[in-house]
């Protein structure tokens, strides 16, 4: 059985951090993002595709490096092509009924109970599903009391939300689902795919799911995926080899090789790889990407400083994306896949 994992966004909603590296990429609790998910596939999947473009050979460096005792093939648009166009472009790998999860999503989902969910509707097409507040951002299904999705609509106004019930991003799909999708062009399963499956009244099923949840898809959600992972655990904080911690930390993950100076505070902060923090330094709610420098005294909140950047002594910063170097070449100035109000 095979699972694509879609991974080709720029993750533009966590710039600067995606300036230089992949969405999927981005660790959690020092882990690349995507390892969580290929490690909550069920044992039948036995081939993963990874639908990627931008940064590709950062996600095969990483995935070469590891052995998940499954079949990885990284699968490289030439251009994006959307969630759906992804799919379809990953057709010559799927052997039977396939999963499509994005890569950006963290939580607690079975995937082997939707696989008997599918089976007993006979379904073609089952999605997970996860109530919000915030339908808006999301995509938002109408559904009958048996499951039966009768409509989708994606990032709706919150007036026009059929129900709080989102797309939680992890599909279980027949491969007569594919058919739906043309070759070779920009085509969003979200927008043109799923509500074409829900015209034509084939079998699509929403699967509700408890416990957690979590597109992590936007700098908040970032930071707390890591503070509700850190409760789940009941830690403190967790860092990475070769630190040196003279100050204090609470709800927050350091890296590899991080240095923080004496006196120095970091509350729910997400720093990364081989960053040295001064004295007297006061970090609240903010993500310091690698190589960084933060000097004595500064204090920022709600702040995210991109990779090799230099943040200057007495400083304060507040809601502040900190990024002094150019904008890497073709990246977008906004989301262009799933976009908002669009
Ligand atoms: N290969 C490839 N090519 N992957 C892509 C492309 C593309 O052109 N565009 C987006 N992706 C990947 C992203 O990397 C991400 O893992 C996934 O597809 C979803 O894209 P996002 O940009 O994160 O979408 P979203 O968060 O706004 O909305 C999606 O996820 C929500 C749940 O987290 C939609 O599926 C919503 O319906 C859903 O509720
Ligand atoms: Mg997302």
Redesign the pocket.
């Known amino acids: 059985m095979e699972a694509i994992i ?4 720029f ?1 533009t909603r966590l710039r600067p951090l995606t300036y230089t590296r992949a ?2 990429l981005l660790p959690i609790l020092n882990k690349p993002m995507v390892f969580y998910l290929i490690s909550m596939l069920p044992k039948e999947v036995d081939k993963v595709i990874l ?3 931008y940064r590709k050979d950062q996600i095969e460096k990483h995935l070469k490096n590891n052995d998940f005792g499954k079949e990885i093939i990284v699968n490289d ?1 030439p251009e ?4 759906g ?2 799919v379809k472009f990953a057709e010559k790998h799927i052997t039977g009924p396939f999963f499509v999860l ?4 963290i939580c607690s989902l079975n995937l082997d109970d939707m696989i008997d969910f599918h089976e007993k509707k006979n379904a073609v097409s089952t999605i997970s599903l996860w109530p919000v507040k915030n339908v808006s ?3 938002v299904v109408d559904m009958k009391d048996d499951g039966n999705v009768i409509g989708f609509v ?2 709706p106004k919150p007036e026009d939300a059929p129900s709080n019930l ?4 992890a599909y279980f799909l027949e491969p007569e689902v594919l058919d739906y999708i043309e070759t070779g062009r ?1 085509v969003s ?2 927008k043109e795919i799923f509500p074409q499956i829900i015209n034509d009244t084939r079998k699509f099923f929403g699967f509700e799911f408890k416990g957690y949840w979590t ?1 992590v ?1 936007r700098i908040q959600s970032y930071i707390d995926v890591h503070k509700f992972l850190l409760k789940n655990q009941q830690l403190e904080y967790s860092k990475g080899n070769t630190c040196e911690i003279n100050g204090k930390l609470s709800e927050s993950c350091i890296g590899n090789n991080v240095f923080i100076g004496e006196n120095s505070n970091l509350e729910s902060t997400i720093v990364f790889d081989n960053v040295k923090i001064g004295k007297r330094a006061v970090l609240n709610n903010c993500v310091i990407g690698e190589n960084c420098k933060i000097n004595d005294c500064s204090r920022l909140t709600n702040t995210v400083v991109g990779d090799n950047e230099i943040i200057v002594e007495n400083i304060v910063l507040d809601n502040k994306m900190v990024w002094n170097q150019p904008v890497p070449h073709g990246y977008p100035k906004k ?4 976009v908002i109000g669009e």
């Not at 994005?102 to 999503?105: F, S, V």
């Not at 989301?335 to 799933?338: D, L, M, V």
């Open positions: 879609l991974a080709g966004g993750g969405k999927a639908a990627v473009n648009e994006p092509l959307g969630t166009g992804a994005n890569a950006d999503i951002e999301f995509g994606e990032k989102i797309n939680a991003g920009l399963m979200e597109d898809g989301q262009i896949g799933n």
